[in-house]
């Protein structure tokens, strides 16, 4: 049961345009979303997140938006470039007060490449 | 300062082997967290600790694994017998507390031949 899905596998960009990744769940309790950047031989690092109570959350370049009657989350990055390139992970967790807190549920991840 | 450290980075072991993994988290962070990621997967969760304690291993696939953190600092992750199905990279982090980001260590790729 794949509670956090990324149902596009890869996602290929000019350098300069604006990047959109999407992300789905399914399990209602989730109230805190993250994203996650991962070049490889390395481990995921943190990009950005957003809490259930609100629906847009910015950081420089990268914008996550939610829409938590659709159960679906976007991470934009505007303008791309070329280091973007990496694999990017959608990450869900539970109410922060029940002790599953702490677990990090991740989606496939989505493979971004930015052309020069 | 130093991130989340993992060692080794590499492990080949044959099936029915036991291994140890490793993972030293940032330092004063309360928490920490192990993950599984297979080819082509995102992260699983396995365990994480708050303190010495396991606060949640849910995430364990079965009896053949068992993690520790005996002084609330370093932990490893043990898996005994193992199989070709364990060959996954073993992912660790380390957070300030519960409800902070989780760091991530390079990972542990384990190959089980």
């Known amino acids: 049961d794949q509670q956090v899905k990324q149902n596009s596998p890869s996602l290929s960009v000019q350098e300069g345009r604006i990047s959109i990744l999407n992300c789905d769940y399914t399990?209602?309790?989730?109230?805190?979303f993250l994203w996650y950047k991962k070049y490889p031989a390395e481990g995921p690092t943190f990009l950005i997140s957003i809490s259930s109570i609100k629906d847009k959350n910015e950081d420089g370049r990268f914008t996550v938006f939610l829409n938590k009657s659709a159960k679906h989350l976007s991470l934009h990055i505007v303008p791309s470039q070329p280091g973007d390139s990496a694999v990017y992970f959608c990450a869900a967790s539970e109410d922060r007060g029940g002790t599953s807190y702490g677990k990090l549920t991740f989606g496939q991840g989505t493979i971004l490449t930015v052309h020069p | 300062g130093a991130g989340v450290s993992q060692t080794p980075s590499n492990k080949v072991t044959e099936k029915g082997k036991y291994v140890e993994l490793r993972c030293d988290p940032i330092s004063g962070h309360t928490a920490l967290y192990w993950y599984r990621q297979s080819l082509g997967q995102g992260p699983e969760f396995l365990i994480y600790?708050?303190?010495?304690?396991?606060?949640?291993d849910s995430g364990l696939p079965n009896d053949r694994f068992f993690a520790v953190r005996p002084e609330g600092s370093v932990s490893t992750l043990k898996i005994q017998r193992t199989e070709r199905g364990d060959s996954a990279v073993y992912l660790c982090?380390?957070?300030?507390?519960?409800?902070?980001?989780?760091?991530f260590g390079p990972g542990t790729r384990l190959t089980v031949l």
């Open positions: 600790f708050q303190g010495t304690g396991a606060a949640d």
């Open positions: 399990n209602s309790m989730f109230d805190y």
């Open positions: 982090a380390s957070s300030s507390r519960t409800s902070e980001t989780q760091y």
